[in-house]
């Protein structure tokens, strides 16, 4: 039996159909997604004046979270890594000041016990 003929009909409806997908799917979400300045115009006046008020804050903490990211990014190591390292001594700095200042409270309250004043009852030492 000869071979049967190519169907250019079914495949230029099935091209058609794949353009169709692929182009027009995000082109119809591009188009019916509102912008930030949309989004930022319907919130009520309570919200845009907090938002307004945070912008600079979480900017400050975006640019802080960029700044490491170079620091990170000019270590020889991957990226996570260093993140890794840096936040583990960034924990044991801050657990070597939490046992600091429970020596120093200790310390204040050996030096009331040693001084012989009582501390008042239902007080917070």
Same mark, same amino acid.
Do not use: H
């Given at each position: 039996?000869?071979?049967?003929?190519?169907?250019?009909?079914?495949?230029?409806?099935?091209?058609?159909? +794949?353009? *169709?997908?692929?182009?027009?799917?995000?082109? *119809? @979400?591009? #188009?019916?997604?509102?912008?930030?300045?949309? *989004?930022? *115009?319907? #919130?009520?006046?309570?919200?845009?004046?907090?938002?307004?008020?945070?912008?600079?804050?979480?900017?400050?903490?975006?640019?802080?979270? @960029? +700044?490491?990211?170079?620091? #990170?990014?000019?270590?020889?190591?991957?990226?996570?890594?260093?993140?890794?390292?840096?936040?583990?001594?960034?924990?044991?700095?801050?657990?070597? @000041?939490? @046992?600091?200042?429970?020596?120093?409270?200790?310390?204040?309250?050996?030096?009331?016990?040693?001084?012989?004043?009582?501390?008042?009852? +239902?007080?917070?030492?």
């Amino acid at each position: 039996m000869p071979p049967r003929p190519t169907n250019w009909r079914l495949w230029g409806k099935m091209a058609a159909a +794949g353009a *169709l997908c692929c182009i027009g799917g995000p082109a *119809l @979400v591009y #188009y019916v997604s509102p912008t930030e300045e949309e *989004l930022f *115009l319907k #919130y009520n006046p309570d919200l845009q004046k907090r938002s307004l008020e945070n912008r600079a804050g979480k900017e400050q903490i975006f640019d802080d979270f @960029v +700044g490491k990211l170079k620091e #990170y990014s000019k270590s020889d190591k991957p990226i996570w890594e260093a993140a890794a390292i840096a936040e583990k001594k960034s924990r044991d700095g801050k657990i070597a @000041v939490q @046992v600091k200042l429970s020596e120093e409270i200790e310390a204040r309250k050996k030096e009331i016990r040693n001084a012989g004043i009582k501390p008042m009852p +239902g007080g917070s030492l």
